[in-house]
C-alpha cells in the first residue's frame, strides 16, 4: 500500500511528466495546448485522463446538470459516431453513468489494462495510449467541435 502522500506526489509527477511528453505535439489547428486539461472550449463536455495501478483510461465526459441537455450532447456524439470512429477507433459509450464525484454523466471512453501508475516502466505505455486517442480526437473535435458549441448557446 502507499501513503496518501505517496499517492499525491507519484500521479503529480506522472502528468507532469506526461505534460512534458507531449510538448512536442500542437493541437490540429497549429496551437500549443496542456493535453493533459484538453480544452474542448465547450461547457460541460471534458477529456479526462485517469490512472491507477491496474488500468489507464481516456473518456470524454458529458457532465451537464440537465438531463435532456445531457442526453441532447451524447446524441450529437451518437450521430457523429462513425466519424469518431474513423477518426479515433472504437470506444465505449455509455450514456448513463455516475462520475468520480457521484454525479451524473454521460462518457465515451477508452482503456488499456496491465499498466500501473506506480510503476514507472509501465508510464511509456500509458503515455503512448494517451497520446494517440489524445492527438486522434483533437482531430476529430477541431472538425466538429462548432457542432456542440451551437448546443451550448
Not at 465526459?61 to 445531457?70: G, N
Not at 462518457?107 to 496491465?114: G, V
Request: hydrophobic share 35%; with cysteine; charged share 30%.
Amino acid at each position: 500500500m502507499y501513503s496518501k502522500q505517496e499517492v499525491k506526489k507519484t500521479r503529480e509527477l506522472f502528468y507532469t511528466s506526461f505534460g512534458k511528453y507531449m510538448g512536442k505535439n500542437k493541437s490540429n489547428c497549429g496551437k500549443r495546448i496542456k493535453w493533459v486539461n484538453y480544452p474542448t472550449h465547450v461547457k460541460h463536455i471534458y477529456v479526462r485522463l485517469f490512472s491507477d495501478s491496474k488500468m489507464a483510461k481516456i473518456y470524454i465526459e458529458l457532465q451537464h446538470k440537465d438531463p435532456e441537455i445531457r442526453a441532447l450532447y451524447f446524441e450529437q456524439f451518437k450521430q457523429l459516431k462513425s466519424a469518431f470512429e474513423d477518426s479515433i477507433g472504437s470506444w465505449t459509450w455509455v450514456e448513463n453513468s455516475l462520475n468520480e464525484l457521484n454525479l451524473p454523466s454521460s462518457r465515451i471512453e477508452n482503456e488499456i489494462k496491465n499498466v500501473n501508475i506506480f510503476d514507472k516502466n509501465t508510464w511509456s505505455t500509458i503515455f503512448h495510449f494517451y497520446e494517440e486517442n489524445l492527438v486522434k480526437f483533437d482531430a476529430f473535435w477541431n472538425d466538429f467541435k462548432d457542432l456542440f458549441k451551437q448546443l451550448d448557446d
